[in-house]
T-cell receptor, first 114, second 112 residues
Framework: GNSVTQMEGPVTLSEEAFLTINCTYT??????LFWYVQYPGEGLQLLLK?????DKGSNKGFEATYRKETTSFHLEKGSVQVSDSAVYFC?????????????FGKGTLLTVNP | EADIYQTPRYLVIGTGKKITLECSQT?????MYWYQQDPGMELHLIHY???????EKGDLSSESTVSRIRTEHFPLTLESARPSHTSQYLC???????????FGPGTRLTVL
């Protein structure tokens, strides 16, 4: 079956540091890939997505590139802020047919200190 | 901005009580989902619905039940709560199965 493996946390960084959260996937076919973010006390919200190989998703300074050859979708940000402190989930979804379900990574807790 | 609501946000109850967690969305989405989030943050799909009068069990076995009588409403019920039901419950909806899912803020349930 499908699976998503993301870097275990917690990750603690100082403000303005560079962030990378690794994510790799296994799937049949060519899934869509997402990064969702969960701020404290809230539900998940979509951060960025990519639907095919070599697509780059970007939002709020975060970027991730769909790498088919390495089956990866690593999340990066050049300069983190305290307000980026949250849990980040890498998620895959098979496209097409009736297989709609999301496959979740286990989440990575990021804490950014001033 | 997503318009999906969950009530209550926090609930503390005793063992054996019947509870209903409410979830409503105003986006007209056909697809709705319930997830259970364990303390380690991992999410598990426990129920989903493709539309009115359609409900299915998810990947994680759950003693809860759901109903979908109206498009906008997808309540989850526990007939007899137990401490093992203590968790965060997240509701989500999407326009089509392959589209982005919008999540509610969650209900944090504690069963004593």
């Amino acid at each position: 079956g499908n699976s998503v493996t993301q870097m275990e946390g917690p990750v603690t960084l100082s403000e303005e540091a560079f962030l990378t959260i690794n994510c790799t996937y296994t799937a049949t076919g060519y899934p869509s890939l997402f990064w969702y973010v969960q701020y404290p006390g809230e539900g998940l919200q979509l951060l960025l997505k990519a639907t095919k190989a070599d697509d780059k998703g970007s939002n709020k300074g975060f970027e991730a590139t769909y790498r088919k050859e390495t089956t990866s979708f690593h999340l990066e940000k050049g300069s983190v802020q305290v307000s980026d402190s949250a849990v980040y989930f890498c998620i895959s979804q098979n496209s097409g047919g009736s297989n709609y379900k999301l496959t979740f990574g286990k989440g990575t807790l990021l804490t950014v200190n001033p | 901005e997503a318009d999906i609501y969950q009530t209550p946000r926090y609930l503390v109850i005793g063992t054996g009580k019947k509870i209903t967690l409410e979830c409503s969305q105003t986006m007209g989405h056909d697809k709705m989902y319930w997830y259970q989030q364990d303390p380690g943050m991992e999410l598990h799909l426990i129920h989903y619905s493709y539309g009115v009068n359609s409900t299915e069990k998810g990947d994680l076995s759950s003693e809860s039940t759901v109903s979908r009588i109206r498009t906008e409403h997808f309540p989850l019920t526990l007939e007899s709560a137990r401490p093992s039901h203590t968790s965060q419950y997240l509701c989500a909806s999407s326009e089509y199965v392959s589209y982005e899912q919008f999540f509610g803020p969650g209900t944090r349930l504690t069963v004593l």
